[in-house]
């Protein structure tokens, strides 16, 4: 008799491979572009978070320097009450009120936590884009470059008083 014996071999074959290997590219093309949005919109809520902490710092500079919601403060007398000493606090005239005030980055910046990155980058979101100058009794504004480069992952609204 003449019969040869086949052993199956252990291996895959060269269509298992490559039906193996497309399987993994569709799965990965459709993975990067959700990670690369993700990616996007966890920078756009850093920027979302520098705003918020930099529109606090401006509140906490104003109330130090006497110009809150549009009204300067200033002492008018002193109220004695045993061995305490407290001033009473009454609205400045007009003339004086803080409101629209322009004020630097380097004005607020003792209010911002340390470790945010608008402390951090000194003046500039992450994409480097300057905030600009801040006024007084008014939310500071994403800068222009910085809306544009995030409109293809989020809509208008989502800067919500700070565009």
């Known amino acids: 008799m003449l019969s040869k014996s086949f052993k199956k071999s252990a291996g895959f074959t060269l269509i298992e491979i490559v039906v193996v290997l497309a399987i993994l590219a569709v799965m990965i093309s459709i ?13 756009a809520e850093n920027a979302m978070e520098d705003l918020r902490a930099i529109d606090a710092a401006i509140h ?38 803080g409101k629209g005030r322009k004020i630097t980055f380097q004005d607020i910046k ?15 979101d992450l994409l480097g884009n300057p905030y600009g100058d801040f006024t007084v009794g008014e939310r500071p504004k994403v800068p222009a470059k910085t809306a544009e480069y995030f409109t293809t992952v989020l809509d208008e609204t989502f800067w919500s008083g700070y565009y």
């Open 31 to 43: 993975i990067i572009p959700l990670v690369y949005v993700g990616y996007k919109r966890g920078r």
């Open 60 to 97: 906490q500079y104003a109330v130090e320097s006497g110009s809150q919601g549009g009204q300067s403060v200033q002492s008018s007398q002193e109220i004695k009450i045993g061995r305490l000493s407290i001033e009473e606090m009454r609205p400045a005239p007009a003339a004086e009120v």
């Open 110 to 124: 003792k209010y911002l936590p340390r470790n945010s990155s608008a402390y951090k980058l000194n003046g500039k």
